[in-house]
């Protein structure tokens, strides 16, 4: 049997909510939906989420510019709808500044059935008149002091050519001419990059500002636990089957000592960089995902998951229910594991201690919280590793008598809709009843937990299926 041990009145350590600093979308015009607006505001009030980053807030299905005649219009009205709808919820947009205008554009390449073009600009001076409009725009509408609060972010993925053009030279020259447009409004306006993918250019992005002194307020950049591994095969599973347990933390550690003390920013990962992955609906993503953040721990101010909803339309929109999409929810709202997983670590306290333990797929951390504290545990393993249902014991010492325990779970039975859906037969179309069993499905469960007091010392003992979370609380 595993053995976890925790004494309860050793020194404890901060945990900020970092995972709710930020959650990902697709792209700008999805927030004008009323679905897409009632899934974040749900996830904004049960999950925690303050920021929202998404793509094309510059693109031409936005509005913000065309060329008509030759001359250059401006509307910023889609963008103010859908900013005013983010403060209206208590949320702020973490502003990602792309994609190119057609109007200034230096080429014709688009990613993405939406045609986000991916050209640096023709005058990259023209490009900085437009930033420093849209900004001082965003300031009159807003205020200063709230757009103080936001995050500009330039551009998305430049390491990668479907995303850009211009290479890094070319990414590094817009970022200059854009922190200094945007630093024209107001010096202490947030601006960072280099946003890139698989942790790049990090190094080379910081250099370039320090030798041409540019302000660069945080670093941002993006992972998945795929990335390192696409040489071996495009299969998904192939690929996290060629990982290495924890390896999002380690590419983490890496990040922050090349940042040099500036705060990170990840502005996007998940389980799979593939937008069709069935494990991003199952209970193998929900372990994986509560075990990866809390595994970030002071390393990052901010690990914005990507995404918050299966509204989604990259390559193009799905209709089937459970389709492996990126989203916490589904194209329904339904919530899949991972949002529970989410709303099992909104719980928690801001306090963690250290816990004695340790196992090849069983982790546990205990948290903190005023008159409670909470055990954690996943039990998870890549793909064609060996899992299986672990007993494990935990002992909480220098405790005080708990007045009540409980455990909440979420495993392959538990707070898991697309099971149900499955024993369905998979419908591609849902009706309302069909809806309301699935949302029923996803729930989270507590359930009263026995536990054993003596000597201020507290004992229990569950089992960890397979790719699952077990929230355990004691009450004081």
């Known amino acids: 049997m595993i053995q976890f041990n925790c004494d309860l009145e ?22 004008l939906r009323a679905d897409w607006q009632r899934q974040l505001k749900r996830c904004r009030d049960e999950l925690g989420f303050r920021y929202v980053r998404f793509h094309g807030i510059l693109s031409d299905d936005m509005g913000t510019l065309v060329n008509q005649n030759d001359a250059l219009l401006y509307s910023f009205f889609n963008a103010d709808q859908i900013f005013d709808f983010l403060l209206s919820i208590g949320m702020k947009p973490f502003v990602e500044l792309g994609f190119m205008p057609r109007a200034l554009a230096s080429g014709n390449k688009t990613v993405f059935h939406y045609q986000g073009n991916v050209t640096p600009p023709r005058d990259y001076k023209q490009w900085a008149d437009f930033i ?4 001082r ?33 070319g990414y590094f020259k817009l970022y200059k001419y854009t922190v200094e447009a945007i630093k024209r409004v107001d010096e202490s306006l947030q601006v960072g990059g280099p946003a890139t993918s698989k942790n790049a250019w990090v190094e080379d992005f910081l250099k370039f500002c320090r030798k041409n002194k540019l302000p660069a307020d945080f670093v941002s950049t993006h992972h998945y636990p795929t990335d390192a591994f696409g040489e071996v095969s495009t299969d998904t599973v192939e690929q996290l089957a060629a990982g290495r347990r924890s390896m999002l933390r380690e590419e983490m550690q890496n990040v922050f000592a090349r940042a040099k003390g500036l705060p990170i920013y990840y502005t ?7 937008p069709r992955d069935e494990l991003h609906d199952e209970s193998y993503a929900a372990a994986f995902i509560t075990k990866t953040v809390l595994e970030a721990s002071g390393l990052v101010e901010n690990y914005s998951f990507w995404t918050f909803s299966d509204i989604f339309e990259e390559n193009y929109f799905p209709s089937v229910p459970f389709h492996g999409g990126f989203g916490l929810q589904n194209i329904h709202g339904i919530p899949k594991p991972t949002y529970r997983a989410y709303e099992l670590l909104h719980e928690l306290g801001t306090e963690k201690l250290l816990v004695d333990g340790i196992h090849h797929t069983v982790d546990a951390w205990v948290v903190k919280k005023e008159n409670s504290a909470t055990v954690l545990l996943t039990n998870h393993a890549l793909p064609k590793s060996r899992i299986e249902t672990e007993p494990a014991r935990i002992k909480l010492t220098n405790a005080p008598n708990c007045s009540a325990a409980y455990i909440t779970r979420i495993d392959d039975t538990r707070a898991n809709a697309k099971k149900v859906w499955t024993e369905m037969g ?9 809806v309301e069993r699935l949302e029923e499905a996803s729930r989270l469960i507590r359930e009263p937990l026995s536990c054993e007091f003596q000597d201020s010392t507290i004992n229990f003992e569950i089992d960890m299926p397979p790719h699952s979370v077990a929230a355990i609380t004691v009450e004081f």
Not at 10 to 31: D, I, N
Not at 151 to 168: A, H, I, L, M, S
Not at 426 to 434: F, I, N, V
């Open 10 to 31: 050793s020194r404890t350590m901060p945990m900020p909510h970092y995972w709710e600093h930020c959650v990902g979308s697709g792209h700008a015009t999805l927030a």
């Open 137 to 169: 725009h965003w300031v009159e509408r807003y205020g200063i002091e709230e757009v103080r609060t936001w995050f500009f972010e330039v551009w998305n993925e430049p390491n990668q050519p479907q995303f850009w053009t211009g290479k890094k030279e």
């Open 268 to 274: 996007e990962w998940n389980a799979s960089s593939n």
């Open 132 to 135: 420093e409009k849209i900004v």
């Open 426 to 434: 998979k419908p591609d179309y849902l009706s309302h009843a069909q």
